[in-house]
């Protein structure tokens, strides 16, 4: 089983910034991508950036230039910089990941409780 605990989210001003967290417990598993997703009320869930084992990214268009991904693998952490937040950037977030058993082959897939990230205009 992985557990995946977030921290980071608040409130926020636009144009500020905040830094999400999320750290995996995942000791009998090898940690393969790692991504941000979010939903806001009323809409579906949405990829905003991910980042594989070897640390390449990809972003939703919409955070590109503002939103930065990054991860320890050292300490099964990944986390999300947001700079220039817009009140649209409003949303509860969501960590994932995606994992291999370290004696097995089957990928699992598991989320985060979410945080949730308000700002205000």
């Known amino acids: 089983q992985v557990q995946l605990v977030e921290s980071g989210g608040g409130l926020v001003q636009a144009g500020g910034s905040l830094r999400l967290s999320c750290a995996a417990s995942a000791r009998m598993f090898s940690i393969n991508t790692m991504a941000w997703y979010r939903q806001a009320p009323g809409e579906q869930r949405e990829l905003v950036a991910g980042i594989t084992s070897s640390g390449s990214t990809n972003y939703a268009d919409s955070v590109k230039g503002r939103f930065t991904i990054s991860r320890d693998n050292a300490k099964n952490t990944v986390y999300l910089q947001m700079n220039s937040l817009k009140p649209e950037d409003t949303a509860a977030y969501y960590c994932?990941?995606?994992?291999?058993?370290?004696?097995?082959?089957?990928?699992?897939?598991?989320w985060g409780q979410g945080t949730q990230v308000t700002v205000s205009s």
């Open positions: 994932y990941t995606e994992v291999v058993p370290r004696f097995g082959s089957v990928v699992a897939e598991y």
